[in-house]
């Protein structure tokens, strides 16, 4: 499957990914193009499925009638990402043209500053 990973994507979870071509909007020469024309510019280059950690797309964007699959990441911090890469595997393994799925992949929480910093 050609799948395309948004610029908030870690890039670990490729290898955790086989059998798929997957690109970056950075590799791809996209980066900061907003959301509008890159979703045009990933419908003419034939992706499959786009990855983002824009949880705020479905609101901004018509995504039901693209010609790929959105999947979309609750986390994109790879510690909190990495105990969920077979769910993220798996909603890949089943996306359908015109889809949005939210995959939760857990919840990133900041630390606070301890008070002896």
Do not use: Y
Request: glycine share 8%; with cysteine.
């Amino acid at each position: 499957m050609k799948v395309l990973f948004d610029e908030d994507v870690p890039r670990k979870l490729v290898r955790f990914l086989p059998g798929h071509e997957i690109q970056a909007v950075v590799s791809m020469g996209w980066g900061g193009i907003k959301n509008g024309e890159l979703l045009e510019l990933i419908a003419r280059a034939g992706f499959e499925v786009f990855v983002t950690g824009d949880k705020n797309m479905p609101n901004q964007q018509q995504l039901q009638a693209r010609p790929f699959a959105v999947l979309i990441m609750s986390a994109i911090n790879w510690p909190v990402v990495r105990p969920h890469v077979a769910k993220i595997a798996d909603a890949l393994a089943v996306a359908q043209p015109g889809s949005v799925t939210m995959i939760d992949c857990g919840v990133f929480v900041p630390r606070l500053p301890s008070e002896t910093e």
